[in-house]
């Protein structure tokens, strides 16, 4: 069950950062439309900071969100591809990013995120045993795909503070 469950879950994690990859891959910015997005972002709360077997750290984290990206959306939208991503710097490597929850927007009028003490939707988890004391960053970022064009992406990042020092 444990490892099943394991796999499942990183296959998951993976689809979502094969989408955000993709998406910072074929990125360019569009500066024709210059949108006015309005965003909140935070972590709410630590639950628990475990140590599995093998090593790896998982967070089990509850973020908020307030989110307006309405003036995203032109005639050349053809959806958002929205996610949030925790942002963490390692000895082994600069920068290290997990997706935590991700969403499809088709519609500009639904463009419009209230999610409040949320629970992530992919579990964040280091491979290593890195999140003790660890300096976290949020970042909303969101992925336009057009109708016709390249898609381009922007974000948000705030900073959150610390993961606690010891499990919890
Ligand atoms: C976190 O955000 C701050 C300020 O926005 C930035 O200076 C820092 O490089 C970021 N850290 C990571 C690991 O992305």
Redesign the pocket.
């Known amino acids: 069950m444990h490892s099943i469950y394991h796999r499942l879950n990183t296959a998951v994690t993976f689809f979502g950062t094969v989408a955000a990859v993709l998406c910072i891959l074929t990125s360019s910015t569009d500066l024709l439309h210059k949108s006015n997005p309005n965003i909140k972002l935070g972590l709410r709360e630590v639950r628990r900071l475990v140590q599995h077997h093998g090593g790896k750290d998982q967070a089990v984290v509850t973020f908020d969100v307030n989110a307006d990206l309405r003036s995203v959306f032109t005639w050349n939208t053809k959806q958002l591809f929205v996610y949030v991503q925790a942002?963490?710097?390692t000895q082994e490597n600069?920068?290290?990013e997990v997706v935590l929850w991700d969403s499809i927007v088709q519609q500009k009028d639904k463009a419009v995120f209230k999610l409040s003490n949320h629970k992530t939707k992919y579990a964040f988890i280091d491979p290593g045993h890195n999140l003790r004391g660890r300096?976290v960053?949020l970042?909303l970022v969101w992925c336009v795909m057009p109708r016709v064009g390249r898609m381009y992406t922007e974000r948000h990042?705030?900073?959150v503070g610390k993961m606690p020092a010891t499990y919890i």
């Open positions: 942002e963490y710097e600069r920068i290290n300096d960053n970042t990042t705030v900073s």
